[in-house]
C-alpha cells in the first residue's frame, strides 16, 4: 500500500473516510441547505410583518378615531364652557374696568395723602430751651422703648429727687412718691405707645401697597388682615386709656391727700385756739 493510500485511510471524518472530493461535496451541500433557509427566513420576515402592521395601524386609526370624536367634543364643550364662566367674571363679578379704576383711586390716594401724613407724624414739637429738659423731650420723642431706663435717670434729674426723712413729714414723702411713679409710669407707656403707632403706620402703608395692586378675590384676606391690624390699634389705644385714668385715679387721691392734711392741720388750729382760750 502506498503512503498515500494510507493517508487517505488512516485519516477519518464523522467515521467516513477523509478526502478532498468529500470535502467538496459536503461544503456544497451545506452551503445549499444554508442558502434556502435564509430566503425562507427572509421571506417569512417581509410577508409577516405587513400584515402585522396592518392590524396595529387598524387599531390606532380606532383610537385616533375615538379621541376626535367622542373625546373632542366633550373637551370642545368644556372649554366652551370654561371660556364662558371667564367671561362671566370678567364682565360680571370681577369686571376688569372696575378694577382697574379701584387700583387707580388707590395710587392717587397714596401719592396725594402719604407724604402729608407722614409730614404731620413727623413734625418736631419739642420746645425745651436749656441742655436738661431738651435731654429729657428727646428721650420722650424717641419712639422707642428701649429708652424707658434713660428715661426715668432724665426724669429724676429734671424733677428732682424725694427729700430726705428729715427734710419733708412722711405723709408728704409718701405722695411725693406716689406722684413721681404715676409720672414716669404714663411717660414710659407713652414711649412704647408711640413705637407701637409706628408699626401700625408702617402696616397701613403696606395694606395699601397691596390693596393698589389686588387681584380679584383677595378681598376676604386684605380685610382679615385689616380686622386684625385694627384689633392692634384698639389694643394700643386701651392701654393708653388706662394710662390716662391711672393718672386721673391718681390726681383724684393726691387732691384727697391735700384735703385730709387740711383737715387735720385745721383741727390742731382749732385745739390750740379752743386751749388758748380756755387757759385764761
Not at 24 to 40: E, Y
Amino acid at each position: 500500500m502506498s503512503d498515500k493510500d494510507q493517508t487517505t485511510t488512516k485519516l477519518l471524518l464523522n467515521g467516513q473516510p477523509y478526502t478532498a472530493e468529500t470535502v467538496h461535496k459536503q461544503g456544497s451541500a451545506r452551503w445549499k441547505k444554508r442558502v434556502t433557509v435564509v430566503i425562507l427566513t427572509v421571506g417569512t420576515g417581509f410577508a409577516v410583518p405587513t400584515l402585522a402592521h396592518g392590524q396595529f395601524l387598524g387599531v390606532f386609526d380606532s383610537i385616533f378615531s375615538s379621541i376626535q370624536s367622542d373625546m373632542g367634543s366633550s373637551l370642545k364643550t368644556i372649554n366652551q364652557i370654561k371660556q364662558q364662566v371667564n367671561q362671566l367674571y370678567q364682565t360680571t363679578v370681577w369686571p376688569l374696568a372696575a378694577i382697574n379704576q379701584a387700583r387707580g383711586f388707590v395710587s392717587n390716594s397714596i401719592s396725594s395723602y402719604r407724604n402729608s401724613m407722614n409730614q404731620i407724624f413727623n413734625t418736631p414739637v419739642a420746645s425745651a430751651v436749656t441742655p436738661g429738659p431738651q435731654q429729657f423731650e428727646s428721650i420722650l420723642h424717641s419712639h422707642q422703648s428701649s429708652q424707658i431706663p434713660s428715661l426715668q435717670t432724665s426724669f429724676t434729674t429734671n424733677y428732682g429727687a424725694i427729700p430726705p426723712d428729715n427734710s419733708a413729714s412722711s405723709q408728704d414723702r409718701l405722695m411725693m412718691d406716689m406722684d413721681d411713679a404715676l409720672g414716669q409710669q404714663n411717660l414710659k407707656t407713652t414711649l412704647i405707645a408711640d413705637q407701637g403707632g409706628d408699626v401700625i403706620l408702617q402696616t397701613a402703608n403696606q395694606m395699601e401697597n397691596q390693596v393698589a395692586v389686588s387681584t380679584p378675590g383677595s378681598n376676604p384676606y386684605l380685610t382679615a388682615q385689616a380686622q386684625v391690624a385694627n384689633l392692634r390699634c384698639q389694643a394700643y389705644m386701651q392701654k393708653m386709656l388706662a394710662a390716662e385714668l391711672r393718672q386721673e385715679a391718681g390726681r383724684v387721691a393726691h387732691n384727697n391727700v391735700l384735703v385730709k392734711s387740711r383737715t387735720t392741720t385745721t383741727g390742731g388750729i382749732n385745739s390750740l385756739v379752743t386751749g388758748a382760750l380756755t387757759a385764761h
